[in-house]
């Protein structure tokens, strides 16, 4: 219910965030709504640690309340019996965020920024209007007569993004195709005038021209988290830019190794309450240095893995995460 309930949340952030791209491009609402949705396995992936945590302090702070830590642990049950709940449910959830964090999160942000170029630049985006001027980017005007579908009739298009050469090109026909390189319009049966240090006219036949109106600074940004996790692992070793090798080492660190935080979280928090509860004079302030606990653990994790810039470093971390969780365990079966 927590999880549910702090991913609904998490997701209306998103909608929110996201709202200038609605408003900017004029997506549909369905097709706004379901761009956000791709979004929710990824939100899901970061918040399941702090949520297992969650859900392990609530319950065993609720028994250590009631005296039922205290009976059980009379009754000849040890830290590490009364802990091995705790523990199961962590290990559950963890192959679960392992599962999410290998395949259903690269394959649902690859959908995500896969949709959002098309909805941004692609045919899904241009919806000319009959007999009106589209400014299709700054400096970029198209005038269609008649649209039927992506085929054009009587086109005018004026291109004044470079103020030191511009183009206008009339044409009887045209039609909206979506190429690697993004959006282009093949016209047919039209001239063009160019003016800029000399003024060209002509006619043509056929002119296939590309329009560049997708966005260059993010069109180039490498996104890890679309990668899938065996080309991600094959390609970790013959990246040459070391920005690209350090991304994909955090990435691999955050699929392959976050999971195991949610039985680190689990077994500390249960490590430090039932330590606590079996005292003489139980400590009341056990679940803040808990939620301290956790807050530094987790702040440790996430500055390690924006440090990893090699291989050596990355198995450095995944020994000390088994090497915490191993004292942690030794510490909970001492009597």
């Known amino acids: 219910m927590l999880l549910l309930i702090l991913t609904g949340l998490a997701w209306m952030v998103q909608i929110m965030s996201m709202m200038k791209f609605l408003l900017s ?5 369905g097709s706004f709504l379901g761009l ?21 302090i609530f319950v065993y ?22 802990a091995r709940p705790a523990l ?8 679960m965020h392992l599962i999410l964090n290998l395949w259903i999160v690269p394959a649902t942000q690859g959908r995500f920024y896969d949709t959002q170029w098309n909805l941004r630049y692609g045919l899904a985006h241009m919806k000319l209007q009959e007999s009106a001027f589209t400014q299709m980017a700054p400096g970029l005007v198209v005038y269609v007569d008649k ?9 005018m298009l004026s291109d004044m993004r470079d103020p030191k050469s511009s183009l206008t090109i009339f044409a009887q026909r045209g039609k909206l195709v979506s190429t690697a390189r993004g959006l282009s319009i093949v016209m047919n049966g039209g001239s063009l005038q ?11 036949d056929t002119f ?29 070793a013959h990246l040459d830019s070391k920005r690209q090798h350090k991304v994909v080492l955090g990435e691999l660190c955050t699929r392959l190794l976050g999971p195991l935080m949610n039985v680190i979280l689990a077994a500390l928090c249960v490590l430090i309450l039932l330590r606590t509860s079996l005292l003489r004079r139980r400590a009341s302030f056990a679940p803040a240095v808990a939620v301290a606990a956790m807050a530094a653990t987790m702040a440790a994790f996430m ?6 810039d090699s291989l050596t470093v990355w198995g450095l971390v995944a020994l000390g995460l088994w090497g915490i969780l191993t004292l942690i365990l030794t510490a909970l079966g001492k009597k």
């Open 194 to 204: 160019s003016s800029g240090n000399a003024m060209v006219v002509g006619t043509f």
């Open 303 to 308: 500055t390690v893995t924006n440090m990893i």
């Open 147 to 155: 649209v039927s579908g992506h085929d054009l009739s009587q086109v």
């Open 36 to 56: 956000t949705v791709l979004m929710v396995p990824f939100i899901v992936s970061i918040i399941v640690p702090f949520v297992t945590f969650i859900a392990v």
């Open 25 to 29: 491009y004029g997506v549909a609402l």
């Open 61 to 82: 702070n609720k028994m250590i309340s009631d005296n039922e830590v205290t009976v059980m642990a009379a009754s000849t049950l040890s830290p590490m019996q009364l």
């Open 88 to 95: 199961r449910f962590a290990t559950v959830i963890a192959v």
């Open 208 to 236: 296939d021209m590309d329009l560049n109106v997708t966005d260059k600074a993010n069109e180039g940004a490498f996104k890890a988290r679309r990668v899938g996790t065996w080309d991600l692992i094959r390609t970790v």
